[in-house]
């Protein structure tokens, strides 16, 4: 019922609704592909049965382990307000839906084409799955590059936890800090997108065994410094105030987090960033600790 619900209206759920995606390990480790490139580095390329899963929409007190986006001991389950995308190797059951979902790997980039693979294609009752969802692991500093055709687009999900300003500038500091440590990532992950897109393209048709250029190329990402701008120091102290009063309580706590996800329709691609807050307080002296999640703020961002 969520999961139509979200694709009827993609746009209006996620204004409304914060959605977390959380999916199974990768369950074909021998199709995933690893391209090397000129200057040293390399991405994975996710291929086969990996590029389609399935996706069914649920509230968090359904999804026990719920892991949170930063570490693994933390659960989200006993939250209230989260939605789950919770993506699966295998059809949970007749509503879910199928989708490419794109995994993230640490000071890594990954890649893929939302087109069904040729040589190992998912299948139900001999028909070749053609998901109209996209959905990539959620974000917490990470980049997502869309590029190509709206009808095939190319998607990349870049990390760069490692990279640091040149001054050893990183998220902890303060506004300034966060300001040159983000620029420094995002700098990083757009050379190594650069790379790959100019060594290893895959935008265009293949027509007679050769690559052809796109006609159409739109290329756009979703930056930590659109979705996630309430980390600074100076904003999250704003976000810290207007919550206090807006609950009535005191030295509340706030995380921002950011999901990407993408829809088509009538053959063509739109792709979509939400950000997500949640709000850790007291309701009361000596009560226990509640974590709600609260103001998505959805917004097209390709094409």
Request: proline share 9%; with cysteine; glycine share 10%.
């Amino acid at each position: 019922m969520f999961i139509q619900n979200f694709m009827n209206r993609p746009h209006g759920f996620a204004s409304l609704h914060c959605v977390y995606p959380n999916a199974d390990p990768v369950a074909r480790l021998d199709q995933l592909h690893s391209v090397n490139l000129a200057g040293g580095g390399n991405f994975t390329e996710i291929r086969g049965e990996n590029k389609v899963s399935f996706c069914q929409i649920l509230p968090c007190a359904m999804v026990n382990p719920l892991p949170s986006d930063l570490s693994p001991i933390v659960s989200y389950t006993n939250d209230i307000g989260l939605w789950v995308m919770r993506i699966t190797h295998n059809r949970p059951g007749p509503s879910a839906v199928p989708a490419y979902y794109l995994p993230w790997r640490k000071d890594h980039m990954m890649r893929m084409k939302l087109k069904p693979s040729p040589n190992h294609p998912k299948q139900e009752l001999g028909i070749t799955l053609d998901p109209d969802l996209f959905v990539t692991a959620a974000l917490q500093g990470c980049t997502v590059i869309v590029s190509g055709e709206p009808a095939q687009p190319l998607v990349y999900h870049l990390n760069a936890a490692s990279v640091r300003g040149a001054g050893g500038e990183t998220f902890a500091g303060d506004d300034a800090d966060f300001a040159v440590a983000a620029q420094a990532k995002i700098g990083h992950m757009q050379n190594l997108f650069g790379q790959a897109q100019a060594q290893q393209p895959k935008e265009g048709p293949v027509v007679g065994g050769i690559r052809q250029p796109p006609v159409n190329v739109v290329t756009q990402g979703a930056h930590v410094t659109d979705y996630m701008r309430g980390i600074q120091p100076g904003p999250h102290a704003a976000l810290r105030n207007y919550y206090s009063r807006l609950l009535g309580v005191r030295n509340p706590s706030v995380e921002q987090y950011g999901t990407v996800f993408g829809i088509r329709t009538l053959g063509t691609w739109k792709f979509y960033r939400q950000t997500r807050n949640r709000v850790g307080y007291r309701p009361a002296d000596g009560a226990p600790y509640v974590y709600t999640w609260m103001d998505p703020v959805c917004s097209r961002f390709w094409p």
